[in-house]
C-alpha cells in the first residue's frame, strides 16, 4: 500500500507529461521512502529501473546493463555494455521517439566507482536534451554527495536538472494514514517514538499496545531498530562515536553549543563542525527564538522522533536490554514518556496550526511560526513560549501545549496571557493546547477575554485526518 507523497507525485507526472527531456533529482536520508516513490511512479510507464551497488565500476555497469536489456529488445543476454558512457548514449537513442524514464538510484555509489560518471552525463545530457524525450532521475541516500556533487553550483551537472526533491518524513497527518487500530493517544506516542519515516512506522503493529510496541521494537536486540541509529551513522559519517556523543547529549538535556561541547569533551569550534554535518544530514536542527535571526540563545534538538526517542532511552538501558532484561528496561522508560512527550505534542499542535492556515480557518495569518525563549524584565527570570506567529507588526498569535492527563486549568491561560505582554502587538490571540481537557474556569474565562482558541489534542487529531468533529 502506498501512502502520501501526492505532492511529489504531481511534480514528478507534470513533468513526465510535458514529453520533453526531464531531469529530476531526488534525495533525502535513508529510509525515508524515495524508492517507494520512484516505483510508484513508474509502475504505468516505460522505465529502465537501476539501482546502484556500493562495488566496484565493473559490477555496476554489468548491472546497469542488465537493467536496459531487461527493458529493450534485440541485445543479446548476458552482454555488457563497454562503458557507462556507451550504455547512456544507447538509452538515449531509444528516447528519440517513445517517452522513457531511465531511473539510476543510489547514484553515490555509481559514481563514486566511475569518476567520470557525473562529467559523462553532462555531456550526453547537453548533446541529446534538445532531440530527447527521455526523463532521467538520480536518487540518493547520501545528502551530502547529493547537495555537493549534483546540486552544488561547481557540480559538472549543475544547471542540467529540471527539478529537485528534498524528501523529507511524513507529517503526524500522513503517518496516522499507515494504522487503523491504534486510538488517538496511542497514534500521538506512535509518532513520538518513530517520528514519519515510512521503514520505521512500516515496524510498528497497531494490533499490539504502544507498550508492546516499545518492547517489540526498542528493547529487543534482534529487531530491525534497535542498532538502527549507529548503523545509519556508520553509513554516512567517519567518526560516528563522536556523532553519536553529540546526539546522545542533545537528547538527555544538553541544547546549548557550550554545554554539548563540555559534555562530549571537545571545543566548541570542534562540536560546531560535527553539528553542522548533523543538521545537514536532517538529524539536529538549530532554533533560535521566534524572531530573531542569529542568537546567542541558540540552542540545538533532535530533529528525527526515532532518533529522539532512541538516544533518549536505549543507550542508558543498553546493558540491561542485551541481557534480556525487557520489563525492567520498560518500567524505566515508562515514567518519562509524559515529559517526553511535550515536545512532540508542541510538534503536533504546530503542524494543525498550519492546516488551520492553509484552510483558511486561523485568525491570525502568520508566515511562521516557532518557539519563543529569553528573559522577562520584570521577574528577571527566563521564560518561553511555546508557539508564536505573527501576521505583522500589529497581529500575533502565541500557543501553551500541555501533554498532561489532568484538565489545564485557568492558571495557565493567565500565565500565557502574562507572557504575551512581553511583546507590542495590538492584536492578541492566544490558543491553549490540551491533551485532555480544560476546567470549567479555564472556559470561562476563555469566554470573557474573547480572544482564545482552547483546542483539545482530540479536536486535532480529527481535524488532521478529516474526522466529523460531531462524531
Not at 531526488?26 to 522505465?47: C, E, N
Not at 555488457?80 to 531511473?103: D, G, T
Request: glycine share 6%.
Amino acid at each position: 500500500m502506498f501512502i502520501g507523497r501526492e505532492k511529489e507525485l504531481a511534480t514528478l507526472n507534470g513533468l513526465y507529461n510535458s514529453d520533453k527531456f526531464e531531469f529530476a533529482v531526488i534525495y533525502g536520508r535513508r529510509r525515508v521512502g524515495k524508492t517507494a516513490l520512484i516505483s510508484h511512479f513508474i509502475q504505468d510507464k516505460k522505465a529502465i529501473y537501476f539501482m546502484g551497488v556500493e562495488s566496484n565500476e565493473k559490477q555496476n555497469l554489468e548491472n546497469f546493463s542488465q537493467a536496459i536489456m531487461e527493458y529493450a529488445s534485440g541485445i543479446m543476454p548476458g552482454t555488457s555494455f563497454v562503458s557507462f558512457q556507451a550504455a547512456i548514449e544507447y538509452v538515449f537513442k531509444l528516447c528519440e521517439n517513445e517517452r522513457l524514464v531511465l531511473v539510476i538510484d543510489e547514484y553515490p555509489y555509481v559514481a563514486k566507482a566511475s569518476k567520470s560518471m557525473a562529467s559523462t552525463l553532462q555531456m550526453l545530457i547537453d548533446k541529446n536534451k534538445d532531440n530527447s524525450k527521455m526523463m532521467l532521475i538520480l536518487c540518493g541516500s547520501s545528502m551530502s554527495y547529493m547537495e555537493d556533487n549534483v546540486l552544488a553550483y561547481k557540480a559538472p551537472l549543475y544547471g542540467r536538472r529540471t527539478a529537485q526533491m528534498k524528501i523529507l518524513p511524513f507529517d503526524f497527518e500522513d503517518s496516522c494514514k499507515y494504522f487503523n487500530g491504534f486510538s488517538a493517544e496511542d497514534m500521538a506516542l506512535i509518532y513520538g517514538i518513530v517520528g514519519g519515516t515510512p521503514q520505521y512506522l512500516l515496524q510498528m503493529n497497531d494490533s499490539m499496545s504502544v507498550e508492546d510496541n516499545i518492547k517489540n521494537v526498542f528493547l529487543n536486540p534482534a529487531s530491525a531498530i534497535f542498532e538502527e541509529p549507529e548503523n545509519l551513522l556508520k553509513q554516512e559519517v567517519r567518526e560516528p562515536a563522536v556523532y553519536n556523543a553529540i546526539i546522545t547529549a542533545v537528547a538527555t538535556g544538553s541544547s546549548r553549543m557550550s554545554e554539548i561541547a563540555t559534555k562530549i569533551g571537545e571545543t566548541t569550534s570542534v562540536c560546531s563542525q560535527y553539528m553542522k554535518n548533523l543538521i545537514n544530514l536532517g538529524l539536529i536542527r538549530k532554533e533560535t527564538p521566534y524572531g530573531e535571526k542569529e542568537s546567542r540563545k541558540s540552542i540545538y534538538a533532535i530533529a528525527d522522533n526515532m532518533f529522539r526517542f532512541w538516544y533518549r532511552f536505549i543507550p542508558d538501558n543498553n546493558s540491561i536490554i542485551s541481557r534480556g532484561a525487557t520489563e525492567l528496561a520498560y518500567k524505566r522508560i515508562a515514567p518519562n514518556l509524559s515529559d517526553y512527550m511535550g515536545r512532540i505534542f508542541e510538534e503536533i499542535c504546530m503542524q494543525y496550526m498550519w492546516k488551520l492556515l492553509l484552510d483558511g480557518e486561523s485568525p491570525v495569518e502568520f508566515s511562521n511560526l516557532g518557539r519563543w525563549w529569553g528573559t522577562d524584565p520584570q521577574e528577571r527570570i527566563q521564560t518561553e513560549i511555546d508557539i508564536m506567529g505573527d501576521q505583522d507588526k500589529s497581529t500575533v498569535l502565541f500557543g501553551e501545549c500541555k501533554w498532561i492527563n489532568e484538565n489545564v486549568d485557568v492558571k495557565v491561560l493567565e500565565k500565557l496571557k502574562k507572557r504575551s505582554r512581553l511583546f507590542r502587538y495590538e492584536n492578541v490571540h492566544l490558543f491553549l493546547f490540551a491533551k485532555k481537557g480544560f476546567t470549567q474556569g479555564c472556559i470561562e474565562e476563555a469566554g470573557k477575554m474573547g480572544n482564545v482558541s482552547l483546542v483539545t489534542y482530540d479536536q486535532i487529531y480529527r481535524y488532521l485526518n478529516n474526522i466529523d468533529l460531531s462524531q
